[in-house]
């Protein structure tokens, strides 16, 4: 009842229409630029056209044309250029490159092989760094220290693997997206609508299930 309350009250409030957890700040942009009356203004339907009137940078959106143009084979620094050049992701920083690139990728990141892809993919060997798109153990977990196997196997090409994990992405993204009213994502109302309906069944057909798998009774001897 509390809840029921509150959501009301966040309603009448008109809090959606202001900034928070609960909005999409690059939706809220484009909900905007869609309604202007100037078609020469108007946020266009197609979103990997490059928009006549955008903030500098709509991440959600500029993050996904990035993920996709991986998938489709391209390298890091190709996607960035192809990305930045719609007007909406002019100012986004999909590539960077630290001080740390400077050493060999497995030597300036030992704890996580993904540190160099995120730190180093805008780096260039000619302005003296080591650690760049197509260097040794660059984007390739399975080299010491990180000797991490590949998770699609060893015949799935790194553009296969891009290709998988953006689809994975694609599917799950609608998980993550928050209903400007209850302030809560959609993965967050699923599954406590599953605790809510199945929990009590579902924790009891789990616990039978165990109890099954560790019965010994078999090894007692017979009477």
Not at 182 to 205: R, W
Request: net charge negative; glycine share 8%; aromatic share 10%.
């Amino acid at each position: 009842v509390g809840l029921k309350k509150e959501g009301q009250l966040f309603k009448d409030l008109k809090c959606p229409k202001c900034p928070g957890e609960w909005m999409s700040q690059s939706m809220n942009v484009i909900s905007c630029a869609k309604g202007l009356t100037n078609m020469d203004c108007r946020w266009n339907e197609t979103k990997q056209d490059s928009q006549p009137c955008s903030q500098g940078c709509l991440w959600e959106l500029c993050e996904a044309e990035f993920q996709s143009c991986e998938g489709s084979g391209k390298t890091k620094t190709e996607c960035n250029t192809e990305v930045k050049a719609l007007n909406q992701c002019r100012e986004c920083e999909l590539v960077r490159c630290t001080e740390t690139c400077k050493a060999k990728c497995a030597v300036g990141f030992p704890d996580r092989w993904e540190m160099a892809v995120w730190e180093c993919a805008g780096c260039v060997a000619a302005d003296g760094y080591e650690c760049y798109e197509g260097a040794e153990c660059f984007g390739n977990r399975t080299c010491a220290p990180w000797n991490i196997p590949p998770p699609y196997g060893a015949s799935c090409s790194s553009t296969c693997e891009k290709q998988l994990d953006t689809c994975h992405q694609e599917v799950e993204r609608p998980c993550w997206e928050f209903d400007m009213f209850t302030g809560l994502s959609v993965y967050t109302t699923c599954n406590q609508g599953f605790t809510d309906e199945f929990g009590t069944s579902f924790d009891a057909c789990v616990s039978d299930k165990r109890a099954a798998e560790t019965d010994y009774s078999w090894q007692q001897p017979k009477e």
